[in-house]
């Protein structure tokens, strides 16, 4: 069964940074894609960043800049690291494998404070 654990989340204040990290227990490289997502209060889930088995990457244009996506197949772990946070990133983030089947993770809190 595939399981995805996303670890990271917590409070820090606007300007600060936080570090997400999701771990499959398969192999990420078996996925078309690893993805984060986050759904803030009262909102839809909203994609954030992506990272293709090639290696592209793309980012919400409200993360552009500020967070970076990045993954280790030796580890099989799928990171995102959030800088210069903003209140308005206050959401739960879920980790993402996309294939013919996606798979999500539980969902870590991240709160950011003005």
């Known amino acids: 069964q595939v399981r995805l654990v996303e670890s990271g989340g917590g409070l820090a204040q606007a300007g600060g940074s936080l570090r997400l990290s999701c771990k499959g227990s398969l192999s990420i490289l078996n996925y078309n894609a690893m993805a984060w997502y986050r759904r803030a209060p009262g909102k839809e889930r909203e994609l954030v960043a992506k990272?293709?088995?090639?290696?592209?990457?793309n980012y919400a244009d409200s993360v552009k800049g500020r967070f970076t996506i990045s993954r280790d197949g030796a580890k099989n772990t799928v990171d995102l690291q959030m800088s210069f946070l903003k209140p308005e990133d206050t959401a739960v983030y879920y980790c993402?494998?996309?294939?013919?089947?996606?798979?999500w993770g539980q969902g870590t809190q991240v709160t950011v404070s003005s």
């Open positions: 990272i293709t088995r090639g290696g592209s990457t």
């Open positions: 993402k494998a996309e294939s013919s089947y996606s798979y």
